[in-house]
């Protein structure tokens, strides 16, 4: 190996320093919910690559479609209209705010088109945000540490706390204040939003309001409800960024499972079974300003072949090579097995936690949860994530019996092709891991057993709700 590879891998969540040392570093290949790391060692895969696969590694159906156009051709001259409108209709057809749509290829760009619609349409500036929605300069401003954007981008967007209407309001406030408060007129800076110095730079009412609808805590009663009533007040477009929720907690994203539907909204991930493909969608009076995203592989047929094939499945089911149509609409069967088994593996870790007083819990919702340990400080009152470290690193090594489930320590997804049978393999593997970290905190030895280092927190300027 070189190392010529910036930070040992293309994405931050994969960087070797987001796990403990002993990790499995690479892998190779995947079938269904297993994956093989590069020393030839099976797993059961619970991030499925980030959230990317829903379906399952290597599916029938979407791999032979993603063949068939690789054998017809990856990318043409000209558009595949028939492909392109064929996709576009099934998000159409399954989400509440979608009445156009523009193809992308990662969730930053989506966004990132999100946001220029938003300031074209209104002709306004201010961005308020919630959430982590991508590494581009205008949110990544938002952070107290912002490497190479400029702070002069600071007041342009405008933070604030998930199910905190209160702190919506004050980002709002705080947005007007730096000006006359009349919409559409341009403005100088009067105030330091976040307690940054002021750039004198002309600035103009709020654009948008962009959140994602839910990550690990679920909205409280009225929250959506209030910042769809705030952002029609304000004059502003709601998106929401359905990265992580769309195709998971529900077919038509988390705005048709809590009624409230956005402006625009941004899917990707789990749309193109692991394929790169993301999209903007929205009402078709803003998506008129969508054509200012633009890029070569913008309409690359691969990832829409996919995605096609990706999307079908949560329209109709498969059976022995048939269409087979599903039975419930409402809430299709591929996220409501999701749901199923991620309910059954957080209530089985919670109880083992419970039954062997490990102070650790599973939280979140159960297609998207997260692993907590209660840490204790390192001797300079610094946090640590010693016992997680351990935890995960046996979990890894030290399973019930071949294959070994690979959490990720910030989050765990659920796939189609996870089974009952995983769940339980996993839980006795857990239980074992769990006893592991208790004898290591009777010893006195946690931070002395984890093999190498243990995981660094995610940086400053990459933090979630």
């Known amino acids: 190996m070189s190392g010529r590879v910036v930070g040992g891998a293309q994405t931050l969540s994969k960087m070797p320093e987001r796990f403990p040392g002993a990790y499995p570093r690479s892998l190779v290949r995947g079938q ?45 001259s000209l558009p595949d209209v028939e492909l392109e409108e064929r996709v576009a ?64 981008m600071e007041p342009l ?38 307690g940054k110095r002021s750039t004198g730079l002309a600035v103009r009412g709020v654009a948008a309001i962009i959140l994602e609808p839910t990550l690990f805590e679920p909205p409280a009663p009225g929250f959506l409800e209030g910042v769809r009533e705030r952002a029609t007040r304000l004059g502003a477009v709601l998106i929401f960024d359905e990265m992580v929720t769309g195709f998971r907690w529900h077919a038509g994203g988390a705005q048709a499972l809590y009624g409230v539907t956005p402006d625009l909204a941004t899917f990707g991930k789990a749309m193109g079974n692991g394929y790169p493909i993301s999209a903007l969608v929205g009402r078709a009076d803003l998506m008129r300003w969508a054509r200012l995203a633009s890029g070569t592989f913008g309409g690359d047929c691969v990832g829409l072949a996919a995605a096609d094939a990706t999307l079908e499945r949560y329209q109709v089911g498969w059976a022995e090579g048939r269409r087979v149509e599903c039975a419930a609409r409402e809430h299709d069967d591929v996220t409501a097995h999701m749901w199923r088994l991620g309910a059954d593996l957080i209530d ?89 970290v208790l004898e290591a905190i009777e010893r006195g030895t946690v931070r002395e057993e984890i093999v190498g280092h243990s995981i660094n927190p995610a940086p400053p300027w990459r933090t979630t709700q």
């Open 157 to 194: 967007v405008q933070p604030f706390q998930y199910n905190d209407l209160k702190s919506l309001d004050l980002a709002a406030d705080c947005a007007w204040s730096m000006g006359d408060g009349r919409p559409g007129r341009a403005f100088g800076s009067t105030g330091a939003p976040r």
């Open 89 to 152: 209709e099934r998000i159409c057809a399954l989400v509440p705010c979608a009445e156009a749509v523009r193809f992308t290829k990662t969730g930053s760009e989506a966004t990132e088109a999100a946001v220029r619609v938003a300031r074209a349409a209104t002709g306004h500036d201010i961005v308020l945000t919630c959430g982590y929605h991508s590494w581009y300069s205008w949110h990544a401003a938002t952070r107290e540490e912002h490497p190479g954007v400029p702070d002069w």
């Open 348 to 436: 089985g870790y919670n109880a083992l936690a419970g039954t062997l007083g490990a102070p650790t819990r599973m939280e979140g919702q159960p297609p998207h949860p997260r692993i907590v340990w209660g840490e204790v400080p390192g001797p300079d009152g610094s946090a640590n994530r010693h016992r997680a470290s351990l935890f995960f690193q046996a979990l890894a090594q030290r399973p019930c019996g071949p294959p070994a489930p690979l959490f990720h320590p910030d989050g765990i997804n659920v796939m189609l092709a996870h089974g009952a049978e995983d769940v339980a393999h996993t839980l006795a593997s857990i239980r074992k891991a769990m006893l592991r």
């Open 32 to 76: 269904g919910a297993r994956v093989v790391g590069d020393g030839g060692h099976l797993f059961i895969d619970w991030s499925c690559a980030l959230g990317a696969v829903s379906l399952g590694y290597a599916n029938f159906y979407v791999d032979a479609a993603v063949r068939e156009q690789v054998r017809r051709g990856p990318i043409f």
